[in-house]
Nanobody, 113 residues
Framework: QVQLVESGGGSVQPGGSLRLSCTAS????????WGWYRQAPGKERELVAM???????TYADAVKGRFTISRDNAKNTVYLQMNSLKPEETAVYYC???????WGQGTLVTVSS
């Protein structure tokens, strides 16, 4: 079984930056893709960014140009660099893979002045 642990969340002012990390542990696996998702209060979980094994990445329109997804294969860790954060991006951020594994606890990002 694969376990996902997200970290790096916190409180930041509008316009600030955070770098999230997601580390996978457990059985050896080689997913087709890694993704970052977020769930704001009262809203459904949405895809923010995805990194395919072939190296290409896709982003939600709302974060293009501000967020960057990357991966360290040796550490089995995927990152999400978030710049120019906005208050409406306050949410719990999760990572997962394709195919999906059990969701982790997520990491809370709060953007507020």
């Amino acid at each position: 079984q694969v376990q996902l642990v997200e970290s790096g969340g916190g409180s930041v002012q509008p316009g600030g930056s955070l770098r999230l990390s997601c580390t996978a542990s457990g059985r050896i696996f080689d997913p087709k893709a890694w993704g970052w998702y977020r769930q704001a209060p009262g809203k459904e979980r949405e895809l923010v960014a995805m990194l395919l094994n072939v190296g290409s990445s896709t982003y939600a329109d709302a974060v293009k140009g501000r967020f960057t997804i990357s991966r360290d294969n040796a550490k089995n860790t995927v990152y999400l660099q978030m710049n120019s954060l906005k208050p409406e991006e306050t949410a719990v951020y999760y990572c997962n893979t394709i195919p999906y594994v059990i969701w982790g606890q997520g990491t809370l990002v709060t953007v507020s002045s």
